[in-house]
C-alpha cells in the first residue's frame, strides 16, 4: 500500500526547522505484515526528544528513515501468527520490541532487549525485516515503529492493546513519555510515600515523572528547568517547589530539602543536568536517570562519594517497565484521576506540520506535542 510519511533523509541541518524542513512528507510503499507483525492505522503520534535528537545528529541512525515511536492507532490487519489481537483492536506503540527469550527478557527486563535493541539500532524491524521503501530504495524504521505515518508495520512485540474509550492523542503519550516518566519513579527509583523527590528536565518525560512521584505519594517534589512557563506548569501539577536550573541551583535546592533529597531523577538528557542531580542528593540517597545525553557526553564525580556517603547512579530506559503490565496499571490511575496524564498535551498538528512541531519542542514553548497524520 501507499501511504504518507515524515522520512529523515539527512541529520544535522541548521534550526528552525520551519526552514530547513529535515523532515519530507514523502510518499512510502508499505508492505503487508509479515509473521508476527501488525498493520497499525496511526491515529496519534507523540513528539519526542528522541525524535529531535536523531533530526539533530545527536543519536546517529541509519537514514533514510521514517520517524516517529511514540503512537497509538488501530490494528488493520494480522501477519501469520497473531493471534492474540484483532483488527479493530486500539494499541499503544513500544519502542523497544522484547523478543521474551534474551537473558534480559527472562529476567522480566525486556526494556533491555538484545535483540531489540539490535534491531533498533540496525533500523528494521524485530524481525529483521524492513517494510518501508521509497523510488530510491528501502526506508529504515525508527525504533520498530516510524509512526510519523499514516500506517506502520510493526512487531506484535512493539504493540500493547488498551481499551477503546481511552482517546489516541492521551492512549500515544503512555507509550514513552508516561513509561518513561512515571517508570523511572515508581520502577526504578522505587519513590515510596514520605520521600523528597527533585525531577530535573520538565519536557513531557519529566512532568510525568513529576506525576508519577506526587501519585507514589512523595511529600516533597521540587522540579527544576530552564523555561519558566515550564516550572509554573509543574507547580501547577503537583511541585512543593520550582527552582530555574541556573548556577545556584544545587544550593537552592540543598537548602529547601535540608541537605539534599531522596531521590533525584535526571530526565533533561543533558550531562550537566545529571551533575546537577548529583549534587543535590543527600547522603545516602540515589540519582536515577532516564534522559539520554549525546553519546559523547561524560559525568565526573567525586569516587570517594560513592563509598563515603553510599549515593547510588542508575540508569533507567523505557522507565524500567514492563509494558505489558505497566501500561494498563498507568491507565487506570489516569482513569482515577491520579496520573492526569492529558494535561501534559499542549499542541495537535497535523503531518503537513511536523517540523514547526520540532521547533516548538526545541524552543521549549511546548510539552508534548501530538501529530494527527489523519488529519
Avoid: W
Avoid at 541541518?13 to 492505522?41: F, N, W
Wanted: proline letters at 6%; glycine letters at 12%.
Amino acid at each position: 500500500m501507499q501511504i504518507r510519511a515524515a522520512v529523515l533523509e539527512q541529520s544535522g541541518l541548521a534550526a528552525p526547522y520551519a526552514a530547513s524542513r529535515p523532515l519530507a512528507i514523502r510518499t512510502l510503499t508499505l508492505d503487508p505484515p509479515g509473521p508476527g507483525e501488525v498493520l497499525v492505522r496511526i491515529e496519534a503520534a507523540g513528539l519526542c526528544h528522541s525524535d529531535l535528537s536523531v533530526v539533530d545528529g545527536n543519536r546517529p541512525r541509519p537514514l533514510p528513515m521514517a520517524l516517529g515511536h511514540e503512537a497509538a492507532g488501530v490494528v488493520e490487519a494480522l501477519g501469520a501468527g497473531v493471534d492474540d489481537l484483532a483488527p479493530g483492536d486500539h494499541v499503544v506503540c513500544i519502542f523497544v520490541p522484547s523478543c521474551g527469550h534474551c537473558e534480559s527478557c527472562a529476567e522480566g527486563r525486556p526494556a533491555l532487549c538484545g535483540p531489540g535493541a539490535a534491531a533498533n539500532g540496525a533500523g528494521t524491524l524485530l524481525s529483521g525485516a524492513r517494510r518501508l521503501a521509497c523510488d530510491d530504495g528501502a526506508v529504515n524504521h525508527h525504533l520498530g515503529v516510524s509512526a510519523f505515518a499514516e500506517y506502520a508495520v510493526v512487531s506484535r512485540r512493539s504493540l500493547v492493546k488498551v481499551d477503546s474509550d481511552l482517546a489516541f492523542e492521551h492512549a500515544a503519550l503512555f507509550g514513552c513519555a508516561v513509561l518513561t516518566g512515571v517508570g523511572a519513579v515508581v520502577n526504578a527509583a522505587r519513590v515510596r510515600p514520605g520521600s523528597k523527590v527533585a525531577v530535573i528536565g520538565l519536557g513531557g518525560v519529566g512532568l510525568a515523572a513529576l506525576l508519577g512521584a506526587r501519585a507514589a505519594g512523595a511529600e516533597t517534589i521540587v522540579a527544576a528547568d530552564r523555561v519558566p512557563e515550564k516550572l509554573a506548569l509543574a507547580r501547577a501539577l503537583g511541585a512543593t517547589d520550582v527552582v530555574h536550573a541556573g548556577e545556584d541551583a544545587a544550593e537552592t535546592i540543598r537548602a529547601l530539602t535540608g541537605g539534599g533529597v531522596d531521590e533525584a531523577i535526571e530526565l533533561a538528557g543533558a550531562a550537566p543536568a545529571l551533575d546537577l542531580a548529583y549534587r543535590i542528593t543527600r547522603r545516602g540517597g540515589a540519582v536515577t536517570t532516564g534522559g539520554l545525553p549525546p553519546p559523547a557526553a561524560t559525568l565526573a564525580v567525586p569516587a570517594v562519594n560513592l563509598v563515603a556517603e553510599e549515593k547510588t547512579i542508575r540508569g533507567s530506559y523505557l522507565g524500567s517497565c514492563v509494558p505489558s503490565r505497566d501500561i494498563p496499571r498507568f491507565v487506570r490511575l489516569f482513569r482515577r484521576g491520579l496520573l492526569p496524564v492529558d494535561r501534559l498535551l499542549s499542541h495537535r498538528l497535523p503531518l503537513e506540520e511536523i517540523n514547526e512541531g520540532l521547533d516548538l519542542m526545541r524552543t521549549g514553548l511546548s510539552i508534548r506535542s501530538v501529530v494527527q497524520p489523519h488529519a
